[in-house]
């Protein structure tokens, strides 16, 4: 039951010895869907869906395992077809264990049409929908454990005195939820909801004011536990799983071509972390066997991980990843972690053996465009200094290739914007994020337009034929060795050559070599890797 830090992927801020930034052009509704604040070119994504219109990550559903990603954004609305964007959110964190205050427990039977919580001075009378049995309980937005980025206020007011922080929660028994948004007391004005797959119902907390840019107001959705007798208020515990949902998937950014790697898939969202702390280790593994084998996906991205001092892979967890990418069909992309540049840095899980394991790349452009300087070494190809190196504890290649680990995408538009400060504004809703959380969905979006590609062009797409394609055929660049870049820099145009040949066949080799480090006694068979 470990947590599982989530990492920060805001940039310097010219006060911790970065350069100071020189100002830049922002993007905007002009910006070409190639370019170097959203840098899907250097994956070829750019030029792969130019070129192939329809292969943009339609027919493919990508499972986000995250903060949860926003519900509010434009460019996470629909896809290129017209279709949902977001089709699937839900919460894995234990209702019981996990510390997580947006389960609420509905445990208290009351009848409609009216009915009295609490004794004496605190008992509080609420309006039904209508005449029967519910089941009732209380969402607290002050509860401390809300911190962090969604500040103890969710429906965005700044807690005024006087006024009250909670919400009061009914369920009929069955598939309906009405929630008390606007604190009148009464749930006979409030629209019944139920889970978000169902019939995709959105609440709202707060009130937007037009005349601002900022959003006062948070969209939820809610999640029943029957069984349990618990509902989950589905908010996102911060900004990280929509940028990272916005890199994969997003769909018109700033309004224009500038988009996401696959704007054509879509996503289910699986929230795994909470608010004040990091990610559970139950939601790291319920949430992935509910996305691979419950969710129907395609391909599964998380940007999560930690740095055990034994990063062998040979874990429950990492077990359990390699077990259900074979019987689920789904490749998993997991960012390599931000503990670079010494060797043996690679994160868990991205340690299991047949996880695509991501480090961070970056571009001159990039570095102009994003953070207003140039970069800190020679070349147009470098490795962000931060990306976690190999090998695993017992000489297994990780991580297994880079990708682009900085870029401008979506975040909740109840935030303001966040770019490099002394670059550009932006305004609420897109932040210029970095890590190898940036670089692993850069890498399921290449994922997505190959299986979009494949099932389009009846094509085989297994995920250790995937793996192949994309491991064979990525970009080894100068100056950096195997155990820091892997293959090097994915490219989809020539993954998908060798995919379409349809001959890729797999195998599987075993190696025995031995290991000497001072932990090397606790690998599986003791001093011996691979």
Known sequence: DAIIPLPDPRPGDGTDGATVPTPQPPPSAATPRNNPYMPIGDTGAAAFTAAHPTWDGRGVTVGILDTGVTLDHAALATTTVGTPKIIDWVTYTDPFTDNDPTWVQVTSAVTGPTFTVGTGASA????????????????????????????????????????????????????????????????????????????????????????????????????????????????????????????????????????????????????????????????????????????????????????????????????LYDRLIDQSNVQMFISAGNNGPGENTVGDPSVATKVMSMGAYITDATWESNYGSTAPAAGTDNLHPFSSRGPREDGGFKPNAIAPGAAVSSTPMWQPGGPVAGTYTLPPGYSMLNGTSMASPQGTGVGALLVSAAKQAGVQHQPDQLRQAINSSARFINGYGAFEQGNGLIDVGAAWSLLATNKIKTVDISSAVPVSTAISQFLATPNVGV
């Open 124 to 319: 509080v009378s609420y309006t039904a929908p209508s005449a029967g049995s519910f089941r009732f309980g209380l969402f607290n937005e002050r509860d401390a454990r809300l911190g962090g980025e969604v500040g103890r206020d969710v429906n965005r007011d700044g807690n005024p005195a006087g006024s009250s922080g909670t919400f009061g929660v009914l369920w009929d028994g069955g598939s309906q939820v009405w929630v008390d948004t606007d604190q009148d007391l009464s749930f006979a004005d409030q629209t019944p909801m139920t889970n978000y797959k169902v019939n995709r119902d959105v609440g709202y907390f707060g009130t937007d004011n037009p005349a601002t840019p900022v959003a006062e107001r948070m969209p939820f959705v809610v999640q029943i536990d029957g069984k349990n007798k618990v509902v989950n208020i589905g908010i996102v515990s911060g900004q990280h799983g929509s940028h990272v949902a916005g890199i994969i998937a997003a769909n018109g950014l700033f309004g224009g071509a500038m988009s996401g790697a696959a704007p054509g898939a879509q996503i289910v969202s699986v929230r795994v972390c909470l608010f004040i702390a990091g990610c559970t280790a139950h939601a790291l593994i319920e949430g992935m066997i509910y996305a691979a084998k419950n969710a129907n996906v395609d391909v599964i991205n998380m940007s999560i991980g930690g740095l055990p001092s034994l990063n062998d892979g040979n874990n429950a967890r990492a077990i």
